[in-house]
């Protein structure tokens, strides 16, 4: 694919990146390559290709749902500097 300096400056602006003069020919260049490659692998014939296995095929083992720590409520709202009907109270932060 062809691409060229006016190209590259606009996905710079686009991106908010601020390339040197100098380094245009150089990006040219290397984004010219990687399309390039994209190009030939959209060409390859992938038709009698198995597809390959999908993580969300995958089933995880799950463990049973059970509490396995007592309630420390009341410790923790004990050294709370605010704490009312079992809430803990903060300063308003939004009006």
């Not at 597809?51 to 309630?71: F, G, I, K, S």
Request: without cysteine; hydrophobic residues 40%; negative net charge.
């Amino acid at each position: 694919m062809s691409v060229d300096k006016s190209d590259i400056e606009k996905i710079a602006h686009l991106a908010r990146l601020q390339i040197d003069e100098a380094d245009v020919a150089d990006y040219t260049t290397h984004l010219a390559n990687i399309l390039d490659l994209v190009a030939q692998m959209n060409s390859v014939d992938t038709e009698h290709v198995t597809p390959m296995a999908h993580p969300m095929d995958a089933v995880q083992r799950l463990r049973e749902d059970v509490v396995t720590e007592t309630n420390q409520r009341e410790h923790f709202q004990a050294i709370a500097p605010q704490v009312e009907d079992g809430l803990y109270l903060v300063p308003r932060v939004i009006e």
